[in-house]
């Protein structure tokens, strides 16, 4: 049922969207309004539909922060993302958090091991033309997980209206061994206690999709985010047991908040 409704509202945002969204969950910002201050940064709090875990066929919805970068500036780089260019290449903080996965969560884990939550923080790159972006982000994974992960991806951009901005674009996601095993492998004695087949994941690409994002401005610094997004599960993560036998390939995400504008000096 839970799937249905993520299937359903997906639909409904790219639909509404009209067409082409941003870099995840942290991105380069090209909105108005920026300031002369060397941060400005879009900061909320939404609820997103999500895959229970990486590889599940089941949903859940969780409260999520949510952060968008329109202005970032780094001693001796300087103004490494600035909202008020229209083209250039830019620099921003890239983000993630993956929560725990316990055996108890749902009926199909049983018998595989906990994993505990991940924090995951790094960099990402861009270029911003007119009309589109392309962009790349490599995180490095912190207790749940000590790989590393990122994707690569492009947007195409309108404004249909002075305060609305739509976005979408292809994304394409990889990971290190070490990320891939951590949640994709099935260890020995995992195997002899869940059933599944003994598996071992390797890093390579992960993921092929689709973002779309929509953003109205509410008042100068209040503004509404509705995002949805469809990801593919390729290479050594489609071919785990975990996914195969007890997940699905297919993961759809759909969600929306609101965020303020702070703008500041640190330099």
């Known amino acids: ?145 000590k790989g590393q992960t990122g994707q690569i991806g492009a ?12 976005s979408a674009g292809p994304r394409l996601g990889f990971a290190s061994s070490d990320y891939m095993d951590t949640y994709f492998s099935v260890s020995q004695s995992e195997a002899r206690a869940s059933g599944l087949n003994e598996f071992r994941a390797s890093g390579g690409f992960k993921s092929i999709g689709v973002s779309s994002r929509a953003s109205y401005d509410l008042t100068d610094q209040v503004k509404l985010h509705v995002e949805g997004g469809y990801d593919r599960l390729i290479g050594d993560a489609a071919r785990s047991p975990i996914v195969r036998n007890r997940g699905s390939r297919n993961q759809y995400t759909i969600g929306t908040g609101v965020t303020y504008r702070f703008s500041f000096d640190a330099f």
């Open 155 to 166: 947007d195409l951009i309108m404004k249909p209206m002075p305060r609305l901005e739509l």
């Open 1 to 145: 049922m839970m799937r249905k409704l993520a299937l359903l509202a997906l639909t409904s945002a790219l639909a509404g969207a009209a067409l082409p969204a941003a870099a995840q969950d942290y991105s380069y910002g090209s909105s108005g309004g920026t300031s002369g201050h060397q941060y400005v940064l879009d900061l909320g709090v939404g609820a997103l539909v999500k895959p229970r875990y990486d590889g599940a066929d089941s949903y859940l919805v969780s409260p999520v922060p949510l952060i968008y970068v329109s202005r970032f500036y780094l001693p001796i780089l300087g103004q490494v993302a600035d909202g008020q260019a229209r083209t250039g290449i830019y620099f921003y903080p890239s983000f993630n958090f993956i929560g725990q996965r316990r055996p108890s969560d749902t009926s199909r884990l049983s018998g595989t091991r906990k994993v505990d939550w991940a924090l995951e923080a790094g960099l990402g790159a861009g270029f911003q033309g007119e009309g589109f972006r392309v962009f790349g982000e490599l995180r490095q994974g912190f207790n749940g997980h």
